[in-house]
């Protein structure tokens, strides 16, 4: 139960508030709602003009570029520019640049400048002016200039930054300076991306940086001359850019690598991300391809540079909400397409369900230049893959190439499980891992009530015809892939 004297206490707290909060408004009023507040008189006094009477330029920044900005910044940046930070608590995040010089009564004025850490690459982290105003000259002009990030929880999905400068012809052309400085001074420039789904990026794509792999030719077993030929379409066309430039021909390439699970196209192509070194590398698979438009603007931007499609066929069926056939293997189809033709960005896609695609790709041609199959490997092409991977193991080489035989319609994902199996039979009985475990290996893996784990780690059932050639329940063939 609530008594009088709580109702009678409540009204007198709220009446002293309400009291508080007119007086506030008439303060407010009286300052003028065009008044400089400190800030105001700050920026006025680096411009050498009233501040209210000069109009503002901005522009929006994906989130994953505030690095960029700071560094294009930094680029621009005079000797005797600083950068001061603002006051105002909560106030200011929902102020524009404008409303903190000419906000009458807020409390906007000089306070330390707001730094966050953002991800530069693959465990580096770089502190960048979150929220700051920095009073430069450029070319002799007085310019001021507020850096913020994006702050998706106040409603900002994307970082900005806001210019006045005396003539806004000149507060314009610092904008277009600033964006040729972002590309070219770009910590994304040379690393290997990813972009991702995030809680508040609406869309956007977060990136991540991941370290370039380390894959020698010699660990990719591939039918003769089949590296070798999409390594120079991708990673050495490069060698001869000036050349072909010159000569009017175009860089722009793609290459389509197709065949079972299991065969080493995702093996394949971190071999070519790993000699791609220096080259911006942006790696999409299966659900990230969403991202391809925005990967695309990327790799133009920051060419040299590669993309990757991975698994593309899983994009296949993706409709829109009107129900358009294929429309996001389209937009795939639409970014190969707006890609200047001299600029040096190659794409490269793997799908084990190349008939999937094959009509898209034939009715709109000219984007994929190479189509190479990644095939089951033969008799030779087994021992070969057999002998790597149990490279490190104490079996001899007549009963590894005895297994390899044995072993038929099998991929490099089961040789490297076979052995795997072997060493795990060993340490689990207590014994030094011989040629006796790895033929029981073989065995129990070939054993027919093993079928479904065989399947699982692209192997075949022997007498049937390939797995991949026969579409499972799912749609998506009947065999999974093991990738380790
Ligand atoms: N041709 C090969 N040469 C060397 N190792 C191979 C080869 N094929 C497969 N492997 C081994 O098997 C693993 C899995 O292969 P990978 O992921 O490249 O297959 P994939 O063709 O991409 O399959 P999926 O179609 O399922 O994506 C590789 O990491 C590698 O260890
Ligand atoms: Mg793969």
Redesign the pocket.
């Known amino acids: 139960m609530i008594d009088d004297d709580d109702v009678a206490a409540r009204d007198a707290e709220f009446a002293a508030l309400f009291r508080r909060f007119l007086t506030d408004v008439v303060h407010r009023a009286d300052a003028g709602p065009s008044a400089l507040t400190a800030l105001g008189e700050l920026v006025s006094q680096h411009l050498g003009v009233d501040a209210r009477t000069l109009a503002v330029v901005e522009d929006s920044i994906p989130a994953h570029r505030l690095a960029d900005l700071d560094a294009a910044f930094d680029a621009i940046a005079g000797p005797d520019d600083r950068i001061v930070g603002v006051s105002g608590g909560q106030q200011k995040r929902f102020a524009s640049l404008v409303e903190m010089i000419a906000g009458g009564g807020m409390p906007f004025g000089e306070a330390p400048v707001d730094y966050v850490s953002v991800d530069v690459g693959p465990g580096e982290q770089r502190s960048v002016v979150g929220f700051g105003l920095r009073l430069m000259t450029v070319d002799g002009e007085p310019v001021v200039a507020l850096q913020r990030a994006a702050d998706p929880q106040h409603g900002r999905v994307l970082a900005s930054v806001e210019l006045l400068a005396r003539d806004r012809g000149r507060a314009a052309s610092l904008l277009a300076a600033l964006r040729t400085a972002m590309n070219e001074h770009s910590v994304l420039r040379g690393k290997v991306l990813t972009f991702s789904q995030s809680a508040f990026d609406y869309g956007t794509g977060a990136i991540g940086f991941l370290p370039r792999p380390e894959v020698p030719a010699e ?4 039918p003769e001359g089949a590296l070798a030929r999409v390594r120079e379409h991708i990673v050495g066309i490069r060698e001869h850019a000036p050349r072909l430039r010159a000569a009017g021909a175009h860089l722009k390439r793609g290459a389509l690598l197709y ?1 079972p ?8 192509v971190n071999h070519l991300v790993s000699r791609a070194e220096g080259v911006t590398t942006v790696l999409l698979t299966g659900a990230s391809i969403r991202f391809i438009t925005e990967a695309a603007q990327l790799a133009r931007a920051m060419s040299p540079s590669l993309v990757v499609l991975e ?1 593309v066929d899983l994009i296949a069926h993706e409709r829109d909400l009107h129900g358009s056939p294929q429309p996001l293997l389209f937009s795939v189809l639409d970014a190969l397409d707006g890609l200047d033709g001299d600029a040096d960005v190659a794409f490269v896609m ?1 799908t ?1 369900r190349v008939e999937l695609l094959e009509r898209a790709l034939v009715e709109r041609p000219g984007r994929v230049d190479l189509a190479v199959e ?1 095939p089951l ?1 033969d008799a030779d092409a087994r021992r070969r ?1 057999f002998a ?1 991977y149990a490279g490190g193991a104490p079996f001899s080489d007549a009963a590894v190439a005895e297994a390899a035989d044995r072993c038929e319609g099998v ?3 089961f040789a ?1 499980e076979l052995v795997r199996r072997a060493l795990l039979r060993a340490a689990t009985a207590g014994e030094a891992p011989s040629d006796e475990h790895l033929r029981q290996a073989t065995d129990e893996l070939l054993d027919d009530r093993e079928v479904l784990t065989r399947r699982l780690v692209g192997g075949t059932d022997g007498v049937e015809a390939s797995p991949w050639e026969d579409d499972g329940p799912t749609g998506y063939g009947s065999t999974v ?4």
């Open positions: 660990s990719v077993v591939l065949g699970p299991g065969t080493g196209k995702t093996l394949t698994d793997t084990n990644i490997p893959l790597i991929t490099g994902s490297k892939s093991f990738s380790g």
